[in-house]
């Protein structure tokens, strides 16, 4: 979540090989203007306060994933350097996104930054252009960004690098499913991967595919 260019990517899945049908990008900017329906573009000067804002962004992004069943989030970044206010910021926005969707009934998985980084690209500390890389070797159904700005610097462009981070979530949310489904083994997956899944924390002491998903 961002509380300047959020990214979003739904998939439509197979119900029992969990292989991709479809999919689809959303998402927001306000550095340039993109004529594209599913790019929202906007001006801070459209809004009288913040919450203003924020609430634009909500009802656009519930809108959009008013049809899934799961929802992968990328969780706080607790390391992260930045203004104080730009941190309560992102917290209170992020949080009323997360409300939102626990009122909808959606199964909600958060992953960490860095286990998002290291499913997706083999690194858990990639910048926006490892993270471009990886999706240019990704061999599974993508969406075609190339209507979007280019990545072509290591702190990223809107939209596009957010686009690309809710993929790599996307990914490993369906990843996820599948594993737990039986579709593969866990042993049969790339060795960084099989560590993200197996990563033990205090909200999943037994590792991700034992922990249960948030919902009502």
């Excluded at 998939?11 to 049908?21: C, M, N």
């Excluded at 499913?177 to 899944?197: D, S």
Aim: aromatic share 12%; charged share 25%; hydrophobic share 35%.
């Amino acid at each position: 979540m961002s509380i300047t260019s959020s990214g979003i990517i739904v998939e439509e899945v197979d119900d029992k090989t969990l292989d991709i049908l479809n999919v689809i990008y959303y998402g927001f900017t306000n550095r340039k203007k993109i004529e594209q329906q599913n790019i929202i573009y906007y001006n801070n000067k459209d809004f009288k306060n913040d919450y203003d804002k924020y609430t634009f962004m909500k009802n656009h992004i519930l809108n959009w994933l008013k049809d899934t069943t799961y929802v992968a989030i990328e969780d706080y970044a607790f390391g992260k350097t930045g203004a104080l206010g730009q941190i309560f910021s992102l917290a209170e926005f992020e949080g009323n996104i997360k409300i939102g969707l626990f009122e909808l009934c959606k199964k909600l998985r958060f992953y960490s930054i860095n286990s998002n980084k290291k499913f997706f690209s083999g690194y858990g500390l990639s910048d926006k252009i490892g993270m471009r890389d990886a999706f240019d070797k990704w061999t599974e159904t993508k969406p075609d960004l190339s209507t979007l700005p280019e990545v072509d610097n290591g702190k990223g462009v809107s939209p596009t690098s957010d686009i690309i981070d809710a993929y790599a979530l996307c990914e490993c949310l369906r990843m996820e499913l599948k594993l737990r489904a039986g579709v593969i083994q866990l042993h049969l997956l790339p060795k960084h991967q099989i560590e993200c899944f197996n990563i033990c924390t205090k909200s999943s002491p037994t590792g991700l595919l034992t922990a249960p998903f948030i919902t009502k």
